[in-house]
């Protein structure tokens, strides 16, 4: 096998892979289907009021580190008080006055649920 048909080979297997990621992440996020009924092969033409970015593979990786670190450490707290609050991450990158949230995808339905509670508490606290 020549070096151009390894290349071909691994750029094909690296799209699948991405594509089958997107699939993956449309379906855990409960993405509803196009009405053609047809699978986008982007995101930005999926049936959402959100705009994704799916990203995969090794360019992901140090991220996901940070993030199972942080989710690491925050089970080792919530362990010791026996409260089983969903978790998320927030990075706050320097030089920034805003912030990147993050949770897993499984969980993101109770992190939006427990978000509402917080933002209606919050609403109270302020309308005193």
């Known amino acids: 096998m020549t070096s151009d048909e390894a290349l071909r080979k691994s750029n094909a297997f690296n799209r699948n ?4 990621k997107q699939e993956l992440a449309r379906k855990l996020l409960k993405v509803p289907d196009n009405v053609t009924g047809r699978i986008p092969a982007d995101e930005e033409d999926w049936n959402s009021h959100v705009l994704f970015e799916v990203k ?4 992901v990786d140090p991220i996901a580190t940070r993030f199972y670190n942080a989710e690491s450490q925050s089970q080792e707290f919530i362990d010791s008080l026996g409260d089983k609050k969903p978790f998320s991450m927030i990075a706050m990158p320097t030089g920034t006055g805003d912030g990147i949230f993050m949770c897993r995808l499984s969980s993101l339905e109770k992190v939006v649920e427990a978000l509402h509670k917080n933002w209606e508490k919050y609403e109270k606290q302020e309308n005193k």
């Open 17 to 20: 892979n991405g594509r089958n």
């Open 56 to 59: 995969s593979g090794k360019q």
